[in-house]
């Protein structure tokens, strides 16, 4: 993968191994438990087609308060850590496009641009989905709040479309990095199977985040923003 350091200097024994399990963590937690809450998450939201109350169920709903705690450390937890290891490696690596112009090095770019646009976006989705309405409200997001908002509210729309399109692509495209990384994938043979996979997994993700938004659109026709 192509990339440049800013730092000349040598790091000792210690540093480079704290490093390198940094690095590890930092990308074992993207895939476990993160991509794959992800894809459960992405399939929940799915359940819009059979109507509000499956929604909910599938979506909103846990069984305790402990159920609730326990999915919000394995969800949150492995995202802070990641999110850190992820601006670490954006402030120290550096795309080298220019010089190179090669299709990799576009999507490594790309990998960095996604992993800004994921971090706003769920910023705002987690705030506005998920902290707000259980913190402010005291309960969780409603359905008929978010099927309002995707059908009356186009800024809303907008940033869940384009929020998935960049989870989609950092997820998928990640992958390979993560089979690259871990010694998977290690020819070029091998680097173009990952990348028609990788292609798949895309597909794949998008359709389920727009399906359900989708879903939530039609869905929102009757209701009115704010009121539930
Ligand atoms: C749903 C949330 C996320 C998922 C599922 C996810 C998944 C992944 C995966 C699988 C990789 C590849 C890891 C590797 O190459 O070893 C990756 C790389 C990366 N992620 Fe994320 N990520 C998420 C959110 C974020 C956020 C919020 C940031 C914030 C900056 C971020 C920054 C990065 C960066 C910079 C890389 C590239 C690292 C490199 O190749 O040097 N990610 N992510």
Do not use: C
């Not at 438990?33 to 709903?61: D, Q, Y």
């Not at 919000?72 to 220019?98: D, K, M």
């Not at 090095?105 to 987690?126: E, I, T």
């Amino acid at each position: 993968m192509a990339m440049s350091t800013r730092s000349h200097e040598k790091p000792t024994a210690g540093a480079a191994h704290a490093a390198f399990l940094w690095s590890r963590l930092g990308s074992i937690l993207a895939v476990a438990p993160l991509g794959v809450w992800t894809v459960i998450h992405l399939w929940n939201n799915l359940a819009v087609f059979s109507g509000e109350r499956a929604w909910e169920a599938a979506v909103t709903e846990h069984t305790s308060p402990v159920s609730l705690a326990v999915t919000t450390a394995i969800v949150l937890l492995p995202l802070g850590i990641h999110t850190g290891w992820g601006l670490a490696r954006l402030a120290t690596s550096r795309p080298n496009n220019r010089r190179y112009g090669f299709f990799a090095n576009f999507k490594y770019l790309l990998q960095r641009v996604s992993a800004v646009g994921v971090l706003a976006f769920l910023g705002a989705h987690l705030w506005l989905a998920f902290l707000r309405p259980r913190l402010v409200e005291h309960r969780p997001e409603p359905f008929r709040d978010i099927a309002a908002e995707m059908r009356h509210h186009p800024p809303t729309l907008v940033v869940y479309l384009l929020g998935t399109l960049g989870v989609a692509y950092h997820l998928a495209n990640g992958l390979t990095g993560v089979a690259m990384g871990w010694g998977v994938v290690a020819t070029q043979a091998g680097l173009r199977k990952a990348d028609r996979v990788a292609a798949v997994i895309f597909a794949l993700l998008l359709a389920m985040s727009w399906g359900a938004i989708y879903g939530l659109w039609n869905a929102g026709l009757p209701f009115t923003p704010g009121v539930d």
